[in-house]
């Protein structure tokens, strides 16, 4: 068969896509047996159950397992924002808003500072139906913390989702990472 530079490139792309998605697949089974393994050898450390949590919801969609494993992590370190922020995460993106608002307000309570908790938040918030709540905070972080991504890609998604297709194009000074750009 003749080289065709238009097919023969879509496939070598394909190919490389589909060898970075099975090497991301391998790395995440890996992960998730090595955070196992963890639990296995100490089943105390909620860092352990926490960091187990994360692929079983995210990446298995196991979220029976998952849900224990947060459950775990908290009961076992009740103070671990962290376990509180990734667990409300999971719970808004699975409907459970209430359990969501708890958790994430307990994450805030435990790291006020948290620029990750605070825009997190205000998904929280909007997924829970405080609309206008959301996008003040997420307006505010824009405002106060220009260089944290998170608050510009939530204002997006939610201008998107309410119909305001305008508002939910970012800029393009909103899309460019500055050097000290974070996300959260």
Request: hydrophobic letters at 40%.
């Given at each position: 068969m003749l080289w065709n530079p238009h097919r023969d490139t879509h496939i070598l792309a394909w190919q490389g896509a589909l060898g970075s998605l099975l090497?991301?697949?391998q790395q995440w089974t890996a992960?998730?047996?090595?955070?196992?393994?963890?639990?296995?050898?100490?089943?105390n450390l909620s860092?352990?159950?926490r960091a187990l949590a994360f692929p079983l919801f995210w990446r298995k969609?196991?979220?029976?397992a998952a849900e224990r494993e947060f459950e775990r992590a908290i009961a076992l370190?009740?103070?671990d924002g962290t376990a509180r922020l990734w667990y409300?995460?999971?719970?808004?993106?699975?409907?459970?808003?209430?359990?969501?608002?708890?958790?994430?307000?307990?994450?805030?309570?435990?790291?006020p500072s948290s620029s990750s908790v605070r825009a997190d938040k205000g998904r929280v918030l909007y997924d829970a139906g405080k609309k206008d709540e959301a996008i003040?905070?997420?307006?505010?972080m824009k405002k106060n913390e220009p260089a944290l991504v998170s608050?510009?890609?939530?204002?997006a998604q939610i201008y998107f989702e309410a119909g305001q297709y305008p508002a939910s194009f970012l800029k393009p000074a909103e899309c460019a990472r500055p050097p000290n750009a974070r996300t959260a």
């Open positions: 090497a991301q697949e992960a998730q047996q090595e955070f196992a393994r963890a639990v296995e050898l100490d089943p860092e352990a159950h969609r196991d979220v029976p370190n009740p103070n409300a995460n999971a719970l808004t993106f699975n409907g459970e808003h209430e359990k969501a608002l708890v958790q994430i307000n307990r994450a805030q309570e435990l790291d003040a905070l997420l307006r505010q608050p510009y890609r939530y204002l």
